[in-house]
């Protein structure tokens, strides 16, 4: 079956402005499918864009799947930054007949996108559409990070046979799906009051990092290591506070700041590891003068500005552009090692496997702070360590 199989071409059209795009614009820089399907081989193109038009799981946000071409309209209109994009614009995918058909269709799409070194960028629908781009990974034999953007877990009670989800149970299907190829699990920006303290004490049984909106309230910052880590990323807009992104019916009054949420969207971007990203749940229905649409268009193009700085970050290759530091702590009873970029001056912490699980790796790196090189130093192991060494038991 063809990619096209699964996608309707766009009618640029509606995104188009009166007076035609100017040269600069987003809109003359990328491909289209429009009459005839885009031609798509090994890094033919950097960034696709994909539209998702089904929101029959999306709770209390009926709407969402007509947010595509709003995002469109917005984001071709914007100029093209320091950098030579290569983006193609497949369109949008087609409800299936059944929500499970919609998963299946945006599965083969992101899996075979990742295949030729393209990377999908996913306007949603519905959030529960996260568990088919986390799927796209069944096949490329990898364990995966996987970091969310969110006010809440998504971890309801789920009573949908098969692989059907709803946006507020879809976690439930990706901790649960067989094989289990799920290494971790981030969330960025819970509200405390949106969440059953009984699912923060299994979020922290199962060793997985998540961190209250406030954590970010000084320093955006924070937010990078945890996403630098990731392989795939999920944005709900409803993370968002409804003062910056009032096009979601679940949108309220505490949340990310607009600025905030490009420099998340940003981090994402340089992150040499992540793969696929997914904006979901913007509903066009509930926007005012498209400000919504903007902040969304404005983004994806901090995400695409992101990409095209990517450092090849990767630690300890080569040797020679990275400072690693032995800490001993205070007790003598352990060495924690950390690595520092000369590029970029970011840091790594080396957490060391288990004897009989790794045959071949002796560390896992893990994305890091200088506070917890500065936890280290002081004599006390960083809570990073203690809970990425569980996760390699």
């Not at 969402?64 to 309209?73: I, S, V």
């Not at 506070?371 to 360590?385: H, I, K, M, S, W």
């Amino acid at each position: 079956m063809s990619l096209s199989d699964f996608f309707s071409p766009l009618s640029l059209k509606g995104i188009t402005p009166k007076q035609g795009f100017y040269t600069s614009q987003l809109g003359l820089k990328t491909d289209f499918y429009t009459d005839q399907f885009p031609v798509l081989e090994k890094n033919s193109y950097d960034i696709a864009i994909i539209g998702v038009l089904d929101d029959r799981a999306a709770v209390n946000n009926n709407g969402c799947a007509l947010g595509p071409d709003y995002f469109r309209a917005q984001f071709y209109a914007l100029h093209e930054g320091a950098f030579n994009s290569r983006i193609v614009d497949l369109g949008n995918i087609k409800a299936g007949a059944a929500v499970s058909d919609t998963y299946v269709a945006l599965k083969m799409v992101v899996a075979e996108l990742i295949k030729l070194g393209i990377l999908p960028v996913i306007m949603g629908g519905g959030q529960d559409l996260t568990y088919a781009q986390y799927t796209a990974y069944e096949a490329l034999d990898q364990k995966v990070d996987l970091v969310v953007v969110d006010n809440k877990f998504d971890i309801d009670e789920d009573d949908h046979d098969g692989i059907e989800a709803q946006s507020d149970t879809y976690l439930n299907k990706i901790f649960l799906h067989q094989p289990n190829y799920l290494f971790n699990f981030s969330n960025i920006g819970y509200q405390t009051y949106y969440v059953n303290q009984d699912s923060l004490k299994v979020m922290n049984k199962l060793f997985f990092d998540v961190h209250r909106l406030g954590e970010f309230t000084n320093d955006i910052a924070v937010a990078e290591p945890i996403i630098r880590n990731a392989n795939m990323l999920s944005f709900d807009m409803s993370a968002i506070r409804s003062a910056d992104a009032v096009g979601n019916a679940n949108a309220g009054p505490n949340g990310f700041y607009g600025e905030q949420a490009c420099s998340i969207a940003r981090y994402a971007g340089l992150n040499d590891k992540l793969t696929s990203i997914g904006f979901y749940e913007f509903n066009p229905a509930y926007d005012r003068n498209s400000q919504t649409a903007m902040l969304l268009a404005q983004m994806v193009w901090y995400f695409i500005e992101g990409f095209y700085n990517r450092k090849n970050d990767i630690p300890l290759q080569p040797k020679s552009q990275y400072i690693t530091y032995r800490i001993s702590l205070l007790d003598g009873t352990a060495i924690i090692n950390f690595v520092k970029s000369k590029k970029t001056d970011r840091w790594w912490m080396q957490v060391p496997y288990p004897v009989t699980n790794s045959k071949n790796e002796r560390f896992h790196m893990v994305p890091c702070r200088y506070e917890d090189y500065n936890t280290a130093v002081n004599g006390d192991v960083p809570d990073l360590f203690w809970r990425t060494f569980q996760k390699l038991l």
